[in-house]
């Protein structure tokens, strides 16, 4: 089993940034946090959670949702079992809980279902 644990999460005025961090523990079917894909996901009170960023095993592939292209930048460090998400120009509509996400299939996915492991979340707040 893989456990993920966000943090890094707060409060920030329009225009700000944050940084948040998740560390992954544990393996599933032999692989280990530098084999598996790495998401991030949002949910906004009354919304579905939507697609964030991915980052591939390696780290040499990413996408994005258009709503945060040129914003925000995913990264990982393998060695520290960490995915990074880091936020700019942050906007009253970035407010959200972030989940992290890991799939054990390598590559990038932008659907929740392709995702097995969910960390609990840390609550993203933007303030006008």
């Known amino acids: 089993q893989v456990q993920l644990v966000e943090s890094g999460g707060g409060l920030v005025q329009a225009g700000g940034s944050l940084r948040l961090s998740c560390v992954a523990s544990?393996?599933?079917?032999?692989?280990?946090?530098?084999?598996?894909?790495m998401g991030w996901f949002r949910q906004a009170p009354g919304k579905e959670r939507e697609f964030v960023t991915a980052v591939s095993w390696g780290g040499a592939n990413t996408n994005y949702a258009d709503s945060v292209k040129g914003r925000f930048t995913i990264s990982r460090d393998n060695a520290k079992n960490t995915v990074y998400l880091q936020m700019n120009s942050l906007k009253p509509e970035d407010t959200a809980l972030y989940y992290c996400?890991?799939?054990?299939?390598?590559?990038?996915?932008?659907?929740?279902?392709?995702?097995?492991?969910w960390g609990q979340g840390t609550q993203v707040t933007v303030s006008s």
């Open positions: 544990g393996r599933t079917s032999g692989r280990t946090f530098s084999m598996l894909a």
């Open positions: 996400a890991a799939r054990t299939t390598g590559r990038v996915a932008t659907t929740a279902p392709s995702y097995e492991y």
